[in-house]
């Protein structure tokens, strides 16, 4: 990508830079280790910076090129891989999840109201649509609710040293599912599961077709579900402000130190994963990302060769739900704002700007991630940003609200 002056592309410098004072401000107070942020605008860039450390301990400066956990930031390059499949007609957006997992037979769900496990009404498997857009009845560990306490007891979250992607998604078909299919939206492990099938329709492991599809045509070559051979002293460590688990959401008690080592460099699980986790196992650096994410912005189109059609991008970046996120009655955590938000295939999508309650377009598609990172795409204003920072739960701080407020600030 080539970098252009901002000024050329419509953006002040001088409020550029107020983005740094900010990032700078965060690394002062002790709330994010380090962090960097690439922008660009009608495929140029035109902002780039970095503060703070990847290693605080070891005072390593958080750089351009710092390996970082992108965690759920993983779940639109997994749908986008899906989408190659049905574009070439291997299987339809409402065929059964059964279809091609056993496992997920004569499924059940709890009724309304369950408090115990075998509380449960039959329903019809979930499908490939509804694993997509979260309404499938799935959930995560962390949620609220009878189906998270168990998945939590069975430590079925997919993490990268939990075996292997076949097998936890053979486990999580003999439970419940926490509502019936379609009535709800609850943020879940269904791209987990949508990796699975990838799997059994290509006949592929998920991560040699993952690198074959996605990784190598965009030539991210520092992007996988381990971190990559020759990387390691680039890896950053994950904190965490909270007292116990980084992804305790439900009992998120605030510990003495903001910046608490929770994953360390060196000696992380990501740097010998087994699971490859479509919904949150990819680590890689912040240009690998933007190259993702302006395939998208350039409707599917990627440097060796097409990903997948623009009308195909354009289907996957509408909204997909009845109405926003928080008329389907959400009862789990989310990446985004529910209100006057909708969801697309593998990400959010703007309805209202206003119910938002942050500057934003009309269709800007955006994800992040459990370690605090965020991409987003106006396709209004042409714009792409991606921000990497390594702290987890994401719900720690605003500041993805906060620096669309300061990229909008300094648009003229």
């Known amino acids: 990508m080539q970098t252009t002056n901002p000024e050329s592309a419509g953006f002040d410098s001088e409020r550029l830079n107020w983005i740094a004072n900010w ?10 280790p380090g962090s960097s942020v690439l922008i660009a605008r009608g495929g140029q860039e ?7 450390y990847r290693n605080i301990d070891a005072a390593l400066p958080f750089a351009r090129d710092t390996v970082a956990r992108i965690y759920s930031m993983t779940k639109p390059i997994t749908t986008v891989a899906a989408m190659t499949l049905v574009e070439k007609g291997l299987f339809h957006l409402d065929a ?4 091609f997992l056993p496992a997920f037979k004569d499924m059940t769900a709890l009724v309304p109201g369950a408090e115990r496990l ?9 499908t490939v649509h509804q694993l997509m857009t979260h309404t499938s009845g799935l959930s995560y ?3 609220p609710g009878v189906l998270s306490r168990e998945m939590d007891e069975q430590k079925i979250m997919f993490g990268p040293r939990q075996g292997v992607l076949a097998d936890m998604a053979d486990q999580l078909g003999t439970l419940p599912l926490a509502f019936r299919p379609g009535s709800r939206w609850e943020y879940s492990v269904g791209i987990d599961i949508l990796g699975r099938i990838i799997e059994v329709v290509s006949g592929q492991s998920f991560d040699a077709f993952f690198a074959k599809t996605i990784l190598d045509p965009l030539e991210m070559t520092e992007t996988r579900f381990t ?3 020759g990387t390691g002293d680039r890896f950053a460590s994950l904190y965490t402000p909270l007292a116990g688990s980084a992804m305790d959401l439900n009992a998120a008690e605030k510990g003495a130190d903001t910046l608490r080592l929770t994953d360390q460099a060196g000696a992380s699980p990501f740097e010998k994963a087994t699971m490859h986790s479509g919904g949150g196992g990819l680590v890689g650096t912040i240009d690998d990302y933007m190259s993702f994410v302006e395939m998208l912005r350039r409707g599917g189109s990627a440097s060796r060769g097409r990903i997948l059609s623009p009308k195909t991008v354009e289907f996957m970046m509408r909204n997909h739900l009845p109405g926003d996120i928080a008329s389907m009655g959400p009862q789990s955590f989310a990446e985004q704002p529910m209100e006057g938000m909708g969801f697309g295939l593998g990400g959010s999508v703007v309805l209202e700007p206003g119910r938002v309650r942050c500057p934003c377009s009309v269709g800007d598609f955006s ?3 459990m370690a605090s990172t965020f991409f987003w795409i106006d396709p209004i204003l042409d714009v792409s940003v991606v921000f990497f920072t390594q702290l987890s739960p994401s719900s720690s701080y605003p500041a993805r609200p906060q620096l669309k407020a300061l990229v909008h ?3 003229m």
Not at 46 to 51: D, K, P, T
């Open 23 to 32: 990032m700078d401000r965060y690394v002062q107070d002790r709330k994010y």
């Open 46 to 52: 035109v902002y780039f910076n970095a503060a703070g």
């Open 96 to 99: 059964p999840v059964s279809d």
């Open 118 to 126: 075998d509380q449960v009404e039959p329903c019809a498997s979930p």
């Open 141 to 143: 560990p962390f949620n």
């Open 227 to 229: 971190v990559p051979e």
């Open 367 to 369: 994800w992040g991630g």
């Open 409 to 411: 600030g300094a648009l």
